[in-house]
Protein backbone atom coordinates (compact mmCIF):
# COMPACT_ATOMS: atom_id res chain seq x y z
CA UNK A 1 0.00 0.00 0.00
CA UNK A 2 1.67 3.35 -1.31
CA UNK A 3 1.14 6.81 0.11
CA UNK A 4 2.32 9.80 -0.11
CA UNK A 5 2.88 11.72 3.27
CA UNK A 6 0.90 15.23 3.88
CA UNK A 7 4.57 16.56 5.39
CA UNK A 8 6.35 16.34 1.55
CA UNK A 9 4.32 19.40 1.19
CA UNK A 10 6.11 21.38 3.76
CA UNK A 11 8.86 23.99 2.12
CA UNK A 12 12.59 22.09 1.27
CA UNK A 13 11.32 19.28 1.14
CA UNK A 14 12.38 16.76 -1.32
CA UNK A 15 11.39 12.80 -1.44
CA UNK A 16 13.09 10.06 -0.75
CA UNK A 17 13.94 7.14 -3.44
CA UNK A 18 13.08 2.89 -2.12
CA UNK A 19 12.40 1.72 0.44
CA UNK A 20 12.13 5.09 1.38
CA UNK A 21 9.78 6.44 -1.13
CA UNK A 22 6.83 8.75 0.14
CA UNK A 23 8.63 10.39 2.84
CA UNK A 24 11.44 12.78 3.16
CA UNK A 25 14.89 12.47 2.71
CA UNK A 26 15.73 15.58 3.92
CA UNK A 27 14.26 19.04 4.62
CA UNK A 28 16.51 21.11 2.63
CA UNK A 29 19.69 20.71 5.40
CA UNK A 30 20.83 17.20 6.41
CA UNK A 31 23.25 17.79 8.60
CA UNK A 32 21.44 20.35 10.96
CA UNK A 33 18.71 17.68 10.57
CA UNK A 34 20.84 14.67 11.65
CA UNK A 35 22.15 17.66 14.50
CA UNK A 36 18.66 17.95 15.85
CA UNK A 37 18.07 14.03 16.07
CA UNK A 38 21.25 14.40 18.73
CA UNK A 39 21.36 17.16 20.43
CA UNK A 40 18.54 19.08 22.62
CA UNK A 41 18.81 22.55 22.53
CA UNK A 42 15.25 23.35 23.87
CA UNK A 43 13.28 23.87 20.85
CA UNK A 44 10.39 21.29 19.87
CA UNK A 45 11.89 17.79 19.49
CA UNK A 46 13.44 16.08 16.38
CA UNK A 47 11.60 13.48 14.54
CA UNK A 48 11.83 11.21 11.66
CA UNK A 49 8.63 10.75 9.28
CA UNK A 50 8.31 7.60 8.94
CA UNK A 51 4.61 6.95 7.82
CA UNK A 52 5.46 4.97 4.72
CA UNK A 53 6.06 1.92 7.25
CA UNK A 54 2.89 -0.66 8.12
CA UNK A 55 1.21 -1.32 11.13
CA UNK A 56 -0.45 -4.63 11.63
CA UNK A 57 -2.18 -5.43 15.03
CA UNK A 58 -3.21 -8.59 16.83
CA UNK A 59 -6.33 -8.53 19.15
CA UNK A 60 -7.54 -11.24 20.97
CA UNK A 61 -7.08 -13.75 24.35
CA UNK A 62 -4.37 -15.37 22.81
CA UNK A 63 -2.49 -12.56 21.04
CA UNK A 64 1.34 -13.18 22.89
CA UNK A 65 1.49 -16.64 23.64
CA UNK A 66 0.69 -16.96 19.69
CA UNK A 67 2.81 -14.58 18.33
CA UNK A 68 5.88 -15.97 20.83
CA UNK A 69 5.07 -19.50 19.16
CA UNK A 70 5.13 -18.35 15.40
CA UNK A 71 7.97 -15.83 16.23
CA UNK A 72 11.77 -16.17 17.27
CA UNK A 73 10.92 -14.02 20.70
CA UNK A 74 9.17 -14.72 23.70
CA UNK A 75 6.08 -12.46 23.55
CA UNK A 76 4.18 -13.96 26.33
CA UNK A 77 3.98 -12.22 29.70
CA UNK A 78 5.29 -9.02 28.69
CA UNK A 79 3.71 -6.14 30.28
CA UNK A 80 1.65 -3.07 28.75
CA UNK A 81 3.49 -0.47 27.37
CA UNK A 82 6.82 -2.74 26.71
CA UNK A 83 8.41 -3.37 23.61
CA UNK A 84 10.37 -6.02 21.57
CA UNK A 85 12.30 -7.18 18.23
CA UNK A 86 11.13 -10.64 16.66
CA UNK A 87 12.05 -12.26 13.55
CA UNK A 88 9.18 -14.31 11.67
CA UNK A 89 11.64 -16.97 9.43
CA UNK A 90 11.40 -19.62 6.44
CA UNK A 91 11.58 -23.44 7.18
CA UNK A 92 15.00 -22.74 5.88
CA UNK A 93 15.76 -20.19 8.84
CA UNK A 94 15.93 -17.09 6.14
CA UNK A 95 14.09 -14.14 7.75
CA UNK A 96 11.04 -12.70 6.35
CA UNK A 97 9.63 -10.15 8.45
CA UNK A 98 11.19 -8.58 11.41
CA UNK A 99 8.08 -7.08 13.28
CA UNK A 100 8.72 -4.62 15.99
CA UNK A 101 6.53 -5.13 18.74
CA UNK A 102 4.88 -2.73 21.04
CA UNK A 103 2.38 -4.37 23.86
CA UNK A 104 -0.92 -2.75 24.00
CA UNK A 105 -3.42 -2.98 26.92
CA UNK A 106 -5.65 -5.06 24.42
CA UNK A 107 -3.58 -5.98 21.15
CA UNK A 108 -0.08 -5.68 20.52
CA UNK A 109 1.39 -3.39 17.43
CA UNK A 110 3.55 -4.88 14.98
CA UNK A 111 5.57 -1.97 12.64
CA UNK A 112 6.91 -3.42 9.88
CA UNK A 113 8.75 -2.10 6.52
CA UNK A 114 7.04 -0.65 3.73
CA UNK A 115 5.27 -2.69 1.24
CA UNK A 116 5.29 -5.77 4.26
CA UNK A 117 1.91 -5.12 5.51
CA UNK A 118 -0.56 -7.15 3.53
CA UNK A 119 1.89 -10.13 3.43
CA UNK A 120 2.33 -9.80 7.07
CA UNK A 121 -1.09 -10.04 7.83
CA UNK A 122 -1.80 -12.29 4.85
CA UNK A 123 0.46 -15.00 6.88
CA UNK A 124 -0.71 -14.64 10.50
CA UNK A 125 -4.48 -14.77 9.16
CA UNK A 126 -3.81 -18.64 7.69
CA UNK A 127 -1.94 -19.53 11.23
CA UNK A 128 -5.24 -18.70 13.44
CA UNK A 129 -6.87 -21.74 13.18
CA UNK A 130 -8.71 -22.30 16.09
CA UNK A 131 -7.00 -19.68 18.19
CA UNK A 132 -9.00 -16.20 19.67
CA UNK A 133 -6.67 -14.07 17.57
CA UNK A 134 -7.81 -11.20 15.09
CA UNK A 135 -5.17 -9.99 12.47
CA UNK A 136 -5.47 -6.27 11.29
CA UNK A 137 -4.33 -3.67 9.05
CA UNK A 138 -4.16 -0.32 10.86
CA UNK A 139 -2.11 1.79 9.01
CA UNK A 140 -4.77 3.64 6.91
CA UNK A 141 -5.47 5.94 10.12
CA UNK A 142 -2.24 5.39 11.92
CA UNK A 143 0.99 6.61 11.02
CA UNK A 144 4.80 6.10 12.67
CA UNK A 145 7.12 8.51 13.51
CA UNK A 146 10.72 7.87 14.57
CA UNK A 147 12.98 9.99 17.03
CA UNK A 148 16.19 9.47 19.26
CA UNK A 149 14.34 10.37 22.26
CA UNK A 150 10.64 8.73 23.66
CA UNK A 151 7.95 11.72 22.20
CA UNK A 152 5.06 10.44 24.70
CA UNK A 153 5.55 13.80 26.93
CA UNK A 154 5.73 15.99 24.30
CA UNK A 155 3.07 14.46 22.31
CA UNK A 156 0.57 14.82 25.06
CA UNK A 157 -1.48 12.78 26.49
CA UNK A 158 -4.26 13.19 24.77
CA UNK A 159 -2.51 11.02 22.11
CA UNK A 160 -1.45 8.40 24.13
CA UNK A 161 0.37 6.61 21.32
CA UNK A 162 2.05 3.39 21.59
CA UNK A 163 5.65 3.85 21.74
CA UNK A 164 8.63 1.11 20.69
CA UNK A 165 11.70 1.19 22.05
CA UNK A 166 15.03 -0.17 19.88
CA UNK A 167 16.29 -2.85 22.28
CA UNK A 168 19.67 -1.98 20.05
CA UNK A 169 22.40 -2.80 20.80
CA UNK A 170 21.82 -4.62 23.99
CA UNK A 171 21.78 -7.99 24.35
CA UNK A 172 18.21 -9.42 25.35
CA UNK A 173 17.21 -12.12 28.14
CA UNK A 174 17.78 -15.51 25.92
CA UNK A 175 19.77 -13.71 23.10
CA UNK A 176 23.81 -13.25 22.36
CA UNK A 177 26.00 -10.93 20.14
CA UNK A 178 27.88 -11.55 17.47
CA UNK A 179 30.16 -8.71 17.67
CA UNK A 180 33.32 -8.43 19.71
CA UNK A 181 34.82 -5.79 21.64
CA UNK A 182 32.66 -2.17 22.57
CA UNK A 183 30.15 -1.70 20.71
CA UNK A 184 29.81 2.00 19.05
CA UNK A 185 26.00 1.80 19.41
CA UNK A 186 26.18 2.28 23.34
CA UNK A 187 24.83 5.78 23.31
CA UNK A 188 22.60 4.75 20.08
CA UNK A 189 18.49 5.27 21.25
CA UNK A 190 15.32 5.24 18.86
CA UNK A 191 11.99 5.02 19.67
CA UNK A 192 8.77 4.46 17.38
CA UNK A 193 5.77 5.86 17.89
CA UNK A 194 2.53 5.47 16.39
CA UNK A 195 0.34 8.58 15.97
CA UNK A 196 -3.06 9.14 14.18
CA UNK A 197 -2.30 10.06 10.32
CA UNK A 198 -4.19 12.90 10.02
CA UNK A 199 -2.68 14.80 12.85
CA UNK A 200 1.18 14.65 11.08
CA UNK A 201 1.36 18.34 10.41
CA UNK A 202 0.11 19.52 13.55
CA UNK A 203 2.23 17.55 15.64
CA UNK A 204 4.74 20.43 16.56
CA UNK A 205 8.00 18.55 16.05
CA UNK A 206 10.56 19.27 13.98
CA UNK A 207 11.12 17.69 10.90
CA UNK A 208 14.32 14.84 9.99
CA UNK A 209 14.57 12.99 7.00
CA UNK A 210 15.41 9.43 6.72
CA UNK A 211 18.18 10.39 5.76
CA UNK A 212 19.80 11.85 9.22
CA UNK A 213 17.87 8.73 10.96
CA UNK A 214 19.78 6.49 8.70
CA UNK A 215 22.87 7.81 9.17
CA UNK A 216 22.50 7.58 12.61
CA UNK A 217 21.60 3.92 12.66
CA UNK A 218 24.37 2.76 10.21
CA UNK A 219 27.04 4.93 12.86
CA UNK A 220 25.70 2.08 15.46
CA UNK A 221 25.85 -1.02 12.92
CA UNK A 222 21.80 -1.37 13.16
CA UNK A 223 20.92 -3.65 10.24
CA UNK A 224 17.86 -2.93 8.51
CA UNK A 225 15.47 -5.41 6.90
CA UNK A 226 14.91 -3.88 4.14
CA UNK A 227 18.39 -2.75 3.47
CA UNK A 228 20.66 -5.38 4.88
CA UNK A 229 18.76 -8.70 4.57
CA UNK A 230 17.96 -10.32 1.09
CA UNK A 231 16.10 -13.59 0.39
CA UNK A 232 19.34 -15.59 2.00
CA UNK A 233 19.58 -13.76 5.14
CA UNK A 234 19.81 -15.69 8.43
CA UNK A 235 19.50 -13.90 11.69
CA UNK A 236 23.49 -14.83 12.19
CA UNK A 237 24.91 -12.73 9.43
CA UNK A 238 23.05 -9.57 10.84
CA UNK A 239 23.90 -9.86 14.47
CA UNK A 240 20.46 -9.99 15.74
CA UNK A 241 20.78 -13.12 17.83
CA UNK A 242 21.51 -9.75 20.00
CA UNK A 243 17.80 -8.19 20.09
CA UNK A 244 15.46 -10.61 18.11
CA UNK A 245 16.47 -13.97 19.25
CA UNK A 246 15.69 -16.05 22.39
CA UNK A 247 17.90 -18.97 21.97
CA UNK A 248 16.03 -21.02 24.72
CA UNK A 249 12.17 -20.35 23.90
CA UNK A 250 10.13 -23.34 22.67
CA UNK A 251 10.06 -24.63 18.68
CA UNK A 252 9.30 -21.73 15.69
CA UNK A 253 9.88 -22.10 12.09
CA UNK A 254 13.06 -22.00 10.98
CA UNK A 255 13.95 -22.66 14.85
CA UNK A 256 16.22 -25.31 13.65
CA UNK A 257 18.36 -23.43 11.40
CA UNK A 258 19.36 -20.87 14.22
CA UNK A 259 20.02 -23.55 16.53
CA UNK A 260 22.92 -25.46 14.31
CA UNK A 261 24.39 -22.86 12.84
CA UNK A 262 25.05 -21.24 16.47
CA UNK A 263 25.71 -24.48 17.96
CA UNK A 264 27.29 -26.22 15.24
CA UNK A 265 28.67 -23.67 12.63
CA UNK A 266 29.22 -20.30 11.52
CA UNK A 267 27.30 -17.68 9.91
CA UNK A 268 28.11 -18.00 5.65
CA UNK A 269 28.49 -14.30 5.57
CA UNK A 270 29.05 -11.43 8.32
CA UNK A 271 27.82 -7.81 8.23
CA UNK A 272 30.51 -5.30 8.54
CA UNK A 273 30.92 -1.60 9.14
CA UNK A 274 32.89 0.34 6.65
CA UNK A 275 34.60 3.93 6.52
CA UNK A 276 34.79 5.33 2.78
CA UNK A 277 36.94 7.26 1.18
CA UNK A 278 35.07 10.72 1.09
CA UNK A 279 37.39 12.37 -1.80
CA UNK A 280 35.11 11.52 -4.66
CA UNK A 281 32.37 14.02 -2.97
CA UNK A 282 29.97 11.47 -3.92
CA UNK A 283 28.79 7.99 -2.20
CA UNK A 284 28.54 5.08 -3.94
CA UNK A 285 24.87 3.50 -4.77
CA UNK A 286 23.52 0.81 -2.50
CA UNK A 287 24.26 -2.46 -3.80
CA UNK A 288 27.87 -1.61 -4.95
CA UNK A 289 30.25 -4.38 -5.00
CA UNK A 290 32.91 -4.71 -2.11
CA UNK A 291 36.17 -5.66 -3.41
CA UNK A 292 39.10 -7.69 -2.28
CA UNK A 293 41.94 -7.01 -4.76
CA UNK A 294 39.92 -8.41 -7.77
CA UNK A 295 37.55 -10.47 -6.23
CA UNK A 296 34.07 -9.56 -5.27
CA UNK A 297 33.46 -10.38 -1.81
CA UNK A 298 30.18 -8.83 -1.07
CA UNK A 299 27.78 -5.95 -1.46
CA UNK A 300 26.97 -2.18 0.01
CA UNK A 301 23.38 -2.53 1.67
CA UNK A 302 23.45 0.74 3.34
CA UNK A 303 25.68 3.95 2.96
CA UNK A 304 24.84 7.45 3.83
CA UNK A 305 26.96 10.58 5.03
CA UNK A 306 27.32 11.51 8.84
CA UNK A 307 27.48 15.02 10.05
CA UNK A 308 30.83 13.89 12.17
CA UNK A 309 31.79 10.41 10.66
CA UNK A 310 31.89 11.07 7.01
CA UNK A 311 30.89 8.66 4.10
CA UNK A 312 30.10 5.33 6.31
CA UNK A 313 28.49 2.15 5.17
CA UNK A 314 27.32 -1.43 6.48
CA UNK A 315 28.07 -3.73 3.54
CA UNK A 316 27.03 -7.93 4.14
CA UNK A 317 30.67 -9.96 3.26
CA UNK A 318 31.35 -13.66 3.04
CA UNK A 319 32.74 -15.03 5.62
CA UNK A 320 36.10 -15.89 4.15
CA UNK A 321 36.58 -12.38 3.76
CA UNK A 322 40.08 -11.65 5.43
CA UNK A 323 38.84 -9.62 8.35
CA UNK A 324 41.70 -7.13 8.53
CA UNK A 325 42.09 -6.83 4.56
CA UNK A 326 42.02 -3.31 3.17
CA UNK A 327 38.79 -3.23 0.74
CA UNK A 328 37.39 -1.32 -2.05
CA UNK A 329 33.82 -0.44 -3.31
CA UNK A 330 33.22 -0.52 -6.81
CA UNK A 331 29.94 1.64 -8.02
CA UNK A 332 29.37 0.51 -11.78
CA UNK A 333 27.32 3.46 -12.55
CA UNK A 334 24.30 3.01 -10.42
CA UNK A 335 22.13 5.31 -9.29
CA UNK A 336 23.34 6.67 -5.71
CA UNK A 337 20.62 8.51 -3.90
CA UNK A 338 22.78 11.19 -2.42
CA UNK A 339 25.15 11.48 -5.77
CA UNK A 340 26.46 9.96 -9.02
CA UNK A 341 29.62 10.91 -10.78
CA UNK A 342 29.36 10.80 -14.66
CA UNK A 343 31.82 10.45 -17.73
CA UNK A 344 32.37 13.34 -20.11
CA UNK A 345 29.79 12.41 -22.10
CA UNK A 346 27.16 12.28 -19.28
CA UNK A 347 26.75 8.66 -18.72
CA UNK A 348 27.55 6.91 -15.15
CA UNK A 349 30.91 6.22 -14.63
CA UNK A 350 32.35 3.75 -12.54
CA UNK A 351 34.21 5.00 -9.59
CA UNK A 352 36.23 3.10 -7.01
CA UNK A 353 36.01 4.16 -3.30
CA UNK A 354 38.61 3.04 -0.67
CA UNK A 355 37.15 1.35 1.98
CA UNK A 356 38.82 0.32 5.37
CA UNK A 357 36.51 -2.53 7.68
CA UNK A 358 35.50 -2.82 10.85
CA UNK A 359 34.02 -6.21 12.21
CA UNK A 360 30.55 -6.33 13.47
CA UNK A 361 30.01 -9.97 12.97
CA UNK A 362 33.14 -12.42 13.90
CA UNK A 363 34.15 -14.55 11.45
CA UNK A 364 34.43 -17.51 14.35
CA UNK A 365 30.94 -16.06 15.66
CA UNK A 366 28.97 -19.75 16.53
CA UNK A 367 29.86 -23.38 16.63
CA UNK A 368 29.34 -22.94 20.13
CA UNK A 369 28.84 -26.37 20.96
CA UNK A 370 32.40 -27.41 19.54
CA UNK A 371 34.11 -25.02 21.45
CA UNK A 372 32.95 -26.17 24.76
CA UNK A 373 34.51 -29.51 23.62
CA UNK A 374 37.56 -28.29 22.73
CA UNK A 375 38.11 -26.33 25.86
CA UNK A 376 36.56 -29.61 27.82
CA UNK A 377 39.42 -31.57 26.06
CA UNK A 378 42.12 -28.99 27.16
CA UNK A 379 41.55 -29.45 30.73
Not at 162 to 167: A, K, L, S
Not at 280 to 307: D, M, N, Y
Not at 324 to 339: C, F, N
Request: glycine share 10%.
Amino acid sequence: MSRRSPLLDLHGAVEASAPDAGVAAHYGDPVREQRALVREDGGAPAAVDLSHHEIVTIAGEDRASWLTTLSSQVITGLPAGASAETLLLSVQGRIEFAPHVIVGEDRLWLIVEPGQGDSLAAFLDSMRFMLRVEVARADEELAVIGSSRDLTEALGEDLACPVWRDPWPGVVEGGIGYSAGPHPGEDYAWFEAIVPRDRLPELGLRWSGVWAAEALRVEAWRPRIATEADERTIPHELDLLRTAVHLAKGCYKGQETVARVHNLGHPPRRLVFLDLDGSEHTLPARGSAVRLGERTVGRVTSVVQHHEAGPIALAVLKRSADPSAALTVLDEGGDSEQGETRDAEGAPAAVEYAAAQTVIVDPEAGQVVGRRNRADFLR
